[in-house]
């Protein structure tokens, strides 16, 4: 659970929660059955556009009891220096997406709101 400083936001179709004081976390899922893409090939789709950036890691994790890959990277956006640091997680059907955006100043910042984010994220079958 994020603390009152994350506003929670609707942005074309993802949830993100907005940091006052800088940098959002969001979560987003495309449930449609699909040939089983590996998860990195699935992690270099969202870098799709991204020109300019330097993975700083990429590593296997455990998330909601699958395999999930998070990577973190230096981006630039619009020529501001970013940190990226994506969680790619195939479940049932689903794909979903967790990302962290932070300016660089502040990701260190934000990161153990992300951590706790990820390490509390469950999926919830459909009814």
């Given at each position: ?18 940091n ?38 990429r ?52 990161l ?16």
């Open positions: 659970m994020l603390d009152p400083a994350w506003k929670r936001i609707h942005e074309q179709g993802a949830v993100t929660f907005s006052r004081d800088g940098g959002a976390i969001s979560v987003d899922a495309f449930c449609e059955r699909t040939d089983d893409v590996p998860l990195d090939v699935l992690t270099n789709h969202l870098l799709i556009g991204i020109g300019q950036r330097t993975e700083r890691r590593q296997g994790i455990v998330l909601d009891g699958r395999a999930a890959l998070r990577t973190e990277l230096d981006v630039f956006l619009d020529g501001v220096p970013l940190v990226l640091d994506l969680v790619v997680l195939k479940k049932n059907d689903c794909v979903y997406d967790l990302e962290l955006i932070a300016d660089r100043r502040i990701f260190a910042a934000r153990d709101a992300f951590n706790s984010f990820v390490a509390s994220f469950a999926t919830v079958e459909a009814r």
